[in-house]
């Protein structure tokens, strides 16, 4: 699919409930029916996007007895999904035959069936354009695909991460472009997604959700929607600050990672343990919370989403230092890390020409099988362009899948004392609970670790170690 990137002027943030004394009685009566239908639990919920974000969704609300029927352009995805496989490592497959099997879920590539659902949840890709841009092709295309089977009463959500104005200005035109118009004939809300993958403490399930309407009823409905599977539902009074708040708290994490990222250069010149110095920090009870240094920024959310505002806000004549200058420190993180393996390999004698260099996982974050975005893309290339022999292990990406902006086509090398022994250099990119760090010390000439991961099992003082 071609980028699409949106350029138009944003609108000033307009007020955004229109009173609800005006609403029409047949407007009350949609409202009414859907209602119901939601509190019955008999409202037919679609969503669009079975990913990270849209399936766990999928099994919210099947799991809480309402019939969904999700969408998605893949057609491999839709497949295995009606044959009751995840291709999610973190979501079993027993879990989703369950719904299948038990009449809750179907899933389907037939856009014409959109009609069917009472409410539409989109959980589609933002990813940013190759300049940059917010790239919000996949959200147009799914609103014009709404926008053309949209009946009246359907209640629709965008709960992809955007920026502030998007279903205003980007969504809603396409929606209304049938002759339908939001909050009298059909209802429009925001409510962001707040997945974290593979965090055993926190699923959709039990995050809170925020939720924002376009106006005083598509507010009322979508929080009444989401009160029906998740335990706390947070109501903001519009769209814009349902989507600024997701890009807040993306933005907290982009800006406080590039801060720990700082420090750990600075400090490792002055010879101080940074994790030390988290360690000791993070006891104090109030006002601190930890952030961890890294290879760089990965993953399909806080690399991206901020970026998402610096667009908008250049949009209103602002520029967003904060996020640039955060930016700039995470995406040389990985250069940080090579220097680190080229060094440790000259005190050691040997050039970066030539060595066999093993990165361990692959993965943007530890005990997940999603590559998007990650560091150890990065790493790799800037390895092998210093002519290095590069391999990777990951217990969770067995084949590297082909990513927008690398050629690096590889299969998981097994870890075997054998292989192990091979390398000159083993570097931590992410540190997976399935990795025997202690196994992997005996047999390797050199680990250079870059996630602290050594430290957590007390190996770091071996002369073996380098941290990075
Ligand atoms: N992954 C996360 O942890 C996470 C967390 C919070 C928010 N988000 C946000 O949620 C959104 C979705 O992210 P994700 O990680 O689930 O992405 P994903 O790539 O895992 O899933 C998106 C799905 O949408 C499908 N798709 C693409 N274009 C489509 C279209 N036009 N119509 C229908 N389906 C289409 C893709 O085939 C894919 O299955 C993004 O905006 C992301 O920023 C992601």
């Known amino acids: 699919m071609s980028s699409l990137i949106v350029n138009q002027p944003l609108l000033p943030l307009s007020p955004p409930v229109p009173d609800g004394r005006l609403r029409s009685s047949r407007t009350g009566a949609l409202a009414a029916r859907l ?10 919920v679609g969503v669009i996007g079975l990913g990270y974000v849209g399936l766990p969704l999928v099994g919210l609300f099947a799991g809480k007895g309402f019939p969904v029927l999700g969408f998605d352009v893949d057609a491999t995805k839709v497949k295995r999904l009606e044959a009751g496989q995840s291709y999610i490592g973190h979501i079993a497959s027993e879990r989703v035959a369950a719904l299948r099997d038990g009449g809750h ?3 389907t590539f037939d856009f014409s069936r959109l009609s069917e659902a009472d409410a539409i949840l989109i959980c589609v890709p933002t990813p940013l354009g190759l300049h940059r841009e917010p790239d919000l092709s996949a959200v147009i295309a799914t ?6 089977s949209l009946r009246p009463g359907q209640l629709v959500v965008l709960e992809s991460t955007t920026y502030p104005g998007t279903t205003r200005d980007v969504l809603r035109p396409e929606l209304e472009a049938g002759g339908l118009t939001a909050g009298r004939d059909f209802f429009l809300a925001y ?3 707040r997945e974290d993958p593979g965090n055993p403490d926190y699923s959709a399930r039990n995050i809170p959700k925020v939720v924002g309407g376009w106006d005083e009823a598509s507010a ?16 903001v009074t519009s769209c814009e600050v349902a989507e600024a708040c997701k890009i807040l708290e993306n933005t907290y994490r982009a800006v406080n990672i590039a801060l720990v990222n700082e420090l750990k250069l600075v400090f490792e010149r002055m010879g101080i343990d940074v994790w030390e110095v988290i360690d000791a920090a ?3 009870p109030f006002g601190f919370q930890a952030f961890y240094p890294g290879p760089g920024l990965g993953g399909h959310c806080i690399p991206i989403d901020p970026f998402y505002l610096t667009w908008a806000a250049r949009q209103y004549g602002l ?8 930016g700039e420190i995470n995406t040389a993180m990985p250069h940080h890390v090579v220097d680190r393996v080229v060094a440790a390999l000259n005190d050691r004698g040997q050039s970066i020409k030539g060595s ?11 005990n997940v099988d999603d590559c998007r975005e990650s560091p150890a893309f990065e790493i790799i290339e800037l390895l092998e362009g210093r002519a290095a022999i590069v391999s990777y292990n990951d217990p969770h990406i067995p084949i590297l899948p082909p990513r927008r902006n690398y050629a690096i086509r590889m299969e998981s090398t097994p870890l075997t004392p054998d292989v192990l022994r091979e390398q000159d250099c083993v570097l931590i990119a992410t540190d997976h609970d399935a990795y025997d760090y202690q196994h992997i010390l005996e047999h390797v000439a050199l680990l250079v670790d870059a996630r602290g991961a050594t430290r957590r099992y007390g190996l770091q003082c071996d002369a073996k170690v380098v941290m990075a």
Do not use: D, H, M
């Open 105 to 107: 879920f179907e899933a």
């Open 220 to 235: 009322e409905l979508a929080r009444l929607l989401y009160e029906a599977a998740v335990p706390r539902v947070v109501p």
């Open 35 to 44: 209602r119901e239908a939601i509190e019955k639990r008999t409202a037919r």
């Open 356 to 366: 066999r260099v093993l990165v361990l996982g692959v993965a943007y974050k530890p």
């Open 143 to 148: 609103g014009r695909s709404i926008g053309q």
């Open 282 to 284: 993070k006891t104090k």
């Open 319 to 326: 520029n967003t230092r904060f996020i640039e200058l955060a």
């Open 191 to 193: 409510s962001p997604e």
